[in-house]
């Protein structure tokens, strides 16, 4: 099972930028897509964005286009979440995930890290 590992969470002011990073302790290959989600308290979780691993393609939740970038490293194993112009609302603990093949679920997790939004 792929094991993943979130890091670049913290406190930011509204407006400001953060970098999430998601390392996987296996080579992509076999994975089919990579998510980022988030949950804030007394909410459900929410997909926030997905990279397919083959074609590159991206998609993103209405509330994060054209603020948040998901992007790879092959040479990393890294996914990148690039968020900016955060708002006090994106507060949440961020979390990543993988997809084996495509209609499969989201069935491997990292531990969460935590963004905090002042305003």
């Known amino acids: 099972q792929v094991q993943l590992v979130e890091s670049g969470g913290g406190l930011v002011q509204a407006g400001g930028s953060l970098r999430l990073s998601c390392t996987l302790s296996?080579?992509?290959?076999?994975?089919?897509?990579i998510g980022w989600f988030r949950q804030a308290p007394g909410k459900e979780r929410e997909v926030v964005a997905t990279?397919?691993?083959?074609?590159?393609?991206?998609g993103y939740a209405d509330f994060v286009k054209g603020r948040f970038t998901i992007s790879r490293d092959n040479a990393q194993n890294t996914v990148y979440l690039q968020m900016n112009s955060l708002k006090p609302e994106d507060t949440a603990v961020y979390y990543c995930a993988t997809q084996q093949r495509l209609g499969g679920t989201y069935d491997s997790w990292g531990q969460g890290t935590q963004v905090t939004v002042s305003s």
């Open positions: 296996v080579r992509f290959l076999g994975i089919y897509k």
């Open positions: 990279i397919t691993w083959s074609t590159r393609m991206t």
